[in-house]
């Protein structure tokens, strides 16, 4: 299965600046996800990212706010822009654990985001 | 939306006991998984259950899925320290096969 490298694992930033994670997948992946898990919260979808096409997002969040790039099979980033305290997550990006789908997911080891 | 729903919410036992983690959803699946993490860390792919599928086994985890009842349950034995973590389900979405929803998890504490 895919192994993923993101970061950085943590960073502390001032409100109305922006933060871009990356992730590196060691392998070509049609499909990357990306999801903000708010403090004791579950995950939430933020999109989906295809290589070669704008993200798709989900409801309740823009791109304007999450501006996501997908230059080749094996890299994306998300950017948190204009952040707020209430930006304050950790957020993970996702890749299917084998082609094709329906076999799960493996994550990278997330991004914990501090908005002072 | 949340799909998935997990009870409990906290779980404390002796290092040793079986813990049994439950997860209810509401509507029609093709698959039902469960993740672990720790810390508030990337999340570990434990097992993925097919609707079709009754029981799986992984090493120590036990999954059960009834879909009449549109439940799982996720039974750790002989549970160890380094189990200490929350454990989510996921679903995935029934029109859409890139996307699963997260229950908002059971944390699991393993006391020395």
């Known amino acids: 299965s895919a192994v993923i490298s993101q970061k950085p694992s943590r960073d502390i930033c001032q409100r109305g600046t922006s933060l871009t994670i990356q992730c590196q997948v060691d392998s070509q992946v049609t499909m990357m996800f990306w999801y903000r898990q708010q403090p004791g919260q579950s995950l939430t979808l933020i999109a989906t990212a295809n290589q070669g096409s704008e993200a798709t997002y989900e409801s309740g969040f823009v791109i304007d706010k999450f501006p996501i790039s997908r230059p080749n099979l094996t890299f994306s980033t998300l950017t948190v822009s204009n952040m707020s305290p209430e930006d304050s997550s950790i957020y993970l990006c996702?890749?299917?654990?084998?082609?094709?789908?329906?076999?799960?997911?493996?994550f990278g080891s997330g991004t914990r985001l501090t908005v002072v | 939306s949340q799909q998935g729903e997990e009870d409990p919410q906290a779980l404390s036992i002796q290092e040793g006991e079986n813990a049994t983690m439950n997860c209810s959803y509401k509507?029609?699946?093709?698959?039902l998984q469960w993740y672990r993490q720790n810390s508030g860390r990337g999340l570990v792919h434990l097992i993925l259950?097919?609707?079709?599928?009754r029981e799986k086994h992984s090493g120590r985890l036990r999954v059960t899925l009834d879909t009449s009842k549109k439940s799982s349950s996720l039974l750790i034995t002989a549970s160890r320290a380094a189990d200490t973590a929350s454990y989510f389900c996921a679903t995935d979405v029934g029109n859409r096969d890139d996307k699963i929803i997260f229950g908002k998890g059971t944390r699991l504490h393993i006391l020395p």
């Open positions: 509507t029609s699946i093709n698959n």
């Open positions: 259950i097919r609707s079709n599928e």
């Open positions: 996702s890749v299917e654990l084998r082609a094709g789908g329906g076999y799960g997911y493996t």
